[in-house]
T-cell receptor
């Protein structure tokens, strides 16, 4: 039972354009959501998070949007840079337990 | 954010043997976690390492197969016991941050032949 899903295994974007990565979840008990970036041979790096009491959180080039009624979140990267090329994982948590449930990941390729 | 190191970074082991992975955090943290990432898959939580008490295992993972130690607030080990090729994965430890985020080590790539 995959509680967190990333339906796009890969995404290609040109440098300078917007990258939009999507994530859906099924468990209505999740109340905190995170995005991680992972380069090969490295551990995941925390990017940005959002609490369920908000619908948007912004940090520099990264913005996360949360639509609770649709159980959907997205990560926008503007402008995209070649160094953003990596696998992006969304993760969800019930803050009472602090465990993370990860999605399957989306491989982003930003071409010059 | 916490800086986390893991040893070894990779290993090739024979089936039936055991491997212990070490995880060191550069600051004291309350909660540490162990994850597995099988080839082409997502990260799956194995267990939460609790300081001063037994680890809490997720469904499908048992202490006999994945014993965990947490002797202090900066260190934890995960042992993969009686290995089979199906245990070939990347094993990652993480530490809880100030909020609900977790910070990850670089991972240990295990290949079982």
């Amino acid at each position: 039972d995959q509680q967190v899903k990333q339906n796009s295994p890969s995404l290609s974007v040109q440098e300078g354009r917007i990258s939009i990565l999507n994530c859906d979840y099924t468990n209505s008990m999740f109340d905190y959501f995170l995005w991680y970036k992972k380069y090969p041979a490295e551990g995941p790096t925390f990017l940005i998070s959002i609490s369920s009491i908000k619908d948007k959180n912004e940090d520099g080039r990264f913005t996360v949007f949360l639509n609770k009624s649709a159980k959907h979140l997205s990560l926008h990267i503007v402008p995209s840079q070649p160094g953003d090329s990596a696998v992006y994982f969304c993760a969800a948590s019930n803050t009472g337990f602090q465990k993370l449930v990860f999605g399957t990941g989306t491989r982003l390729l930003v071409s010059p | 954010s916490a800086v986390i190191s893991q040893k070894p970074s990779r290993d090739i082991c024979q089936r039936g043997t055991s491997l212990t992975i070490q995880c060191q955090v550069d600051s004291q943290v309350t909660m540490m976690f162990w994850y597995r990432q099988q080839p082409g898959q997502s990260l799956t939580l194995i267990a939460t390492a609790n300081q001063g008490s037994e680890a809490t295992y997720e469904s499908g993972f048992v202490i006999d197969k994945f014993p965990i130690s947490r002797p202090n607030l900066t260190f934890s080990t995960l042992t993969v016991s009686n290995m089979s090729p199906e245990d070939s994965s990347i094993y990652l430890c993480s530490a809880a941050g100030q909020g609900y985020e977790q910070y990850f080590g670089p991972g240990t790539r295990l290949t079982v032949t």
